[in-house]
Nanobody, 128 residues
Framework: QVQLDESGGGLVQAGGSLRLSCAASIQTFSSYVVGWFRQTTGKEREFVAALGWSSGNVYYADSVKGRFTISRDNAKSTMYLEMNSLKPEDTAVYYC?????????????????????WGQGTQVTVSE
């Protein structure tokens, strides 16, 4: 059974930074597309970033482009989300996700329903 274990959330002031980590129990981690989503109460899970088949396949939501960086370490089966210049509107529960690359495409990787495995979520709160 695949498990994703997140860490790194917390409380930060606006303009600050946080780094989220997500360790996966996947032996063939390099063959997976990985992503980060976020969700606030009463809203649907929102796409944040995804990293695909190589370092050149990186995708971001417009709202985080230039501030957030997604990365992965295949040797450690771990993905990261570096968040800089945080804003109060970034406050949410953040989830990491993974899916085998053969099951997803560039046009569908922004949809949460396309991912098979999810972390437990970590709260990120950005104060004024």
């Amino acid at each position: 059974q695949v498990q994703l274990d997140e860490s790194g959330g917390g409380l930060v002031q606006a303009g600050g930074s946080l780094r989220l980590s997500c360790a996966a129990s996947i032996q063939t981690f390099s063959s997976y597309v990985v992503g980060w989503f976020r969700q606030t109460t009463g809203k649907e899970r929102e796409f944040v970033a995804a990293l695909g088949w190589s370092s050149g396949n990186v995708y971001y939501a417009d709202s985080v482009k230039g501030r957030f960086t997604i990365s992965r370490d295949n040797a450690k089966s771990t993905m990261y989300l570096e968040m800089n210049s945080l804003k109060p509107e970034d406050t949410a529960v953040y989830y990491c996700a993974a899916v085998q690359a053969r099951k997803i495409t560039v046009t569908t990787l922004r949809y949460s329903t396309k991912y098979d495995y999810w972390g437990q979520g970590t709260q990120v709160t950005v104060s004024e």
